[in-house]
């Protein structure tokens, strides 16, 4: 079964500051990966998404990287802002339709 | 607007009470999901649908049961089986393979 990870479960930084989120999981040959904003009691957004072929994804400020053989994904998030403060999910899949999540790392920006 | 509707926001089931929650989607997708997400905790797959009138048990489908007779609805009656509802319900649906797009959610609570 696959099991995913996220460490910190929690992080505070001062604006400006680059954000580094990590993600681990135990099944390397996931289908995709992909990473997830979710505000306080709000629904998930999705940020990026990632297939197995790809070794990262690009968007705006944010950047994923993704290494299969270990098993690790990072979320880069540049000059973090107080909008940014959020809970952060990674989720990997082995097919089509089956997620696998991570239960999040909750980042506070201070301004 | 193209989304995912999920209603009620907020319900209270009393003890031995089956209830239903709604979910709609005008996205065209043919995959939907119901997951629960409970306080700290990552997302967790009850029941998903690749077609109408198809659908398979994910993790914890014990006391829940889903139909889908329409393309754009899968609704998911959280049955007095049960025994422990109270969390947050996330529907989501996806285009085979690619990102996958979630509802507000419905807070459900045992009172």
């Known amino acids: 079964k696959q099991e995913v990870t996220q460490i910190p479960a929690a992080l505070s930084v001062p604006e400006g500051e680059n954000l580094v989120l990590n993600c681990s999981f135990t099944d390397s040959a996931i289908y995709n990966l992909q990473w997830f904003r979710q505000d306080p009691g709000k629904g998930l957004t999705s940020l990026l998404l990632?297939?197995?072929?790809?070794r990262e994804q690009t968007s705006g400020r944010l950047n994923a990287s993704l290494d299969k053989s270990s098993g690790r994904s990072t979320l880069y998030i540049a000059a973090s802002q107080p909008g940014d403060s959020a809970t952060y999910l990674c989720a990997v899949s082995l097919d089509d339709y089956k997620l696998s999540f991570g239960a999040g790392t909750t980042v506070t920006v201070r301004a | 607007d193209g989304g995912i509707t999920q209603s009620p926001k907020y319900l209270f089931r009393k003890e031995g009470q089956n209830v239903t929650l709604s979910c709609e989607q005008n996205?065209?997708?043919?995959?939907m999901y119901w997951y629960r997400q409970d306080p700290g905790q990552g997302l967790r797959l009850i029941y998903y649908?690749?077609?109408?009138?198809?659908?398979q048990k994910g993790d914890i489908a014990e006391g829940y049961s889903v139909s889908r007779e329409k393309k754009e609805s899968f609704p998911l009656t959280v049955t007095s089986a049960q025994k422990n509802p109270t969390a947050f319900y996330l529907c989501a649906s996806s285009p085979r393979g690619n990102t996958i797009y979630f509802g507000e959610g419905s807070w459900l609570t045992v009172v």
């Open positions: 996205l065209n997708h043919d995959a």
């Open positions: 990632i297939q197995s072929s790809q």
């Open positions: 649908s690749q077609i109408v009138n198809d659908f």
